[in-house]
């Protein structure tokens, strides 16, 4: 009998039984979105497990950094990483902001913090990082970066749930960070996002920002938008943060068995732990050399005929789209390591649930591929 495609994720669900009582809450209240309970609770219980202080939570992550580079006010052109999801750009785009693209480093596929430089012009008002697959972006030097040049730092952490770094939340890093809850990201509320901010007055402004700019019932501060995340989806967040411990850690296990098993295959490598950070086991990238007796695309399409669903995050790259791709910074001799990168990655499948059986089988098709 054939087995099951496996899929490069799998999104994770807690017991439906858990989920009924906050309906019922629900249908009993009558409070469906704008702030309620469910909402102020999941802000407060976010806030609690991650280690920050204050968090404004969204609709979606893309709404969410597009209302973080609003409530900073910025403007012109801002530097940022090739190698990401589309939204982390086209966030710019809906601004009216110019993207500079600037290379990536090939041990952690983050922003290179060396080339960040030479991309400030009078025109740059902020800084875009991604913290790529949850391996935490060279957090110190990009803050030296922008004090010395008055830049703005908007972290894009949608991949970046729970990740410590030196003993605290990576989350803390930078004016603002955002988070995706995805059906696809580690932690997942089907959709949603949020804002994390550094203090009160910047989360009421951000609170205004979601709701169309409205104060109170009389007064709208801005031009807003409608960035609230519903009763619904918040209610299930809640449940949800009862399991993300476990979530975790199954995670780590499977990272654990992929990172034994391919250690040594030549032309395969993968990107090394951060020695201070305490990861969430997000992705699970590969990276098909020049060595390896088969093109990265072949590895891919081999895994798939045998039901491994693998994804090429992040190919093609955003500077390679035809909405960027004729932006100066955007020229391929440019990001000589973001193209190199893109061409070579395969995320393997990760998931709380997935059989170890399947990790091993799926490792064991590529250490055979090594020796074709
Ligand atoms: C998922 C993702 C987003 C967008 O988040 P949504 O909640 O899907 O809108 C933005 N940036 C990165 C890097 C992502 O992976």
Not at 209 to 218: R, T
Not at 290 to 310: A, H, N, V
Not at 328 to 337: H, I, K, N, T
Request: glycine share 6%; hydrophobic share 40%.
């Amino acid at each position: 009998m054939p087995r099951k495609n496996i899929y490069v994720t799998q999104p994770s669900l807690p017991p439906l039984d858990e989920f009924i009582p906050y309906l019922e809450q629900i249908w009993s209240n009558k409070i469906l979105t704008n702030n309620g309970p469910f909402h102020q609770q999941l802000e407060g219980a976010l806030c609690e497990y991650l280690g920050v202080e204050h968090l404004s939570l969204f609709t979606n992550g893309t709404i969410a950094l597009v209302t973080a580079l609003q409530a900073l006010r910025v403007s012109g052109e801002v530097i940022t990483t090739p190698y990401s999801f589309v939204a982390t750009a086209h966030s710019l785009l809906w601004n009216g902001l110019k993207p500079v693209f600037v290379d990536i480093d090939p041990n952690t596929c983050n922003l290179d913090p060396t080339k960040i430089e030479a991309a400030i012009t009078p025109q740059t008002s902020a800084i875009l990082p991604v913290h790529c697959y949850g391996n935490p972006c060279a957090v110190d030097q990009i803050h030296n970066i922008a004090s010395t040049y008055g830049l703005k730092v908007i972290y894009d952490a949608a991949h970046a749930f729970g990740v410590r770094y030196k003993g605290n939340s990576l989350l803390r890093y930078g004016n603002l960070s955002v988070l995706s809850f995805h059906a696809t990201k580690v932690f997942n509320t089907f959709e949603g996002g949020a804002i994390i901010c550094p203090d009160a007055l910047t989360k009421q402004r951000i609170d205004y920002l979601k709701n169309f700019g409205f104060a109170d019932e009389v007064t709208v501060t801005a031009p807003g938008i409608n960035g609230k995340m519903s009763e619904i989806n918040a209610a299930f967040g809640l449940v949800q943060l009862k399991h993300v411990a476990k979530v975790l850690d199954q995670r780590k296990t499977v990272e654990a068995r992929y990172r034994d098993a391919l250690r040594d295959v030549a032309g395969i490598q993968c990107i090394a732990p951060h020695p201070d950070a305490e990861g969430n086991s997000s992705y699970f990238p590969i990276f098909v050399r020049e060595s390896f007796p088969l093109k990265r695309d072949i590895l891919y399409q081999r895994l798939k005929d045998r039901g491994f669903f693998g994804r090429r995050y992040f190919y093609p790259l955003i500077s390679n789209m035809p909405m960027y791709q004729s932006m100066p910074s955007a020229c391929r001799e440019s990001l000589p390591v973001s193209n190199v990168m893109a061409d070579q990655v395969l995320c393997l499948p990760i998931y709380p649930d997935l059989e170890h059986e399947i990790v091993d089988e799926i490792c064991s098709l590529i250490r055979d591929a090594a020796h074709e």
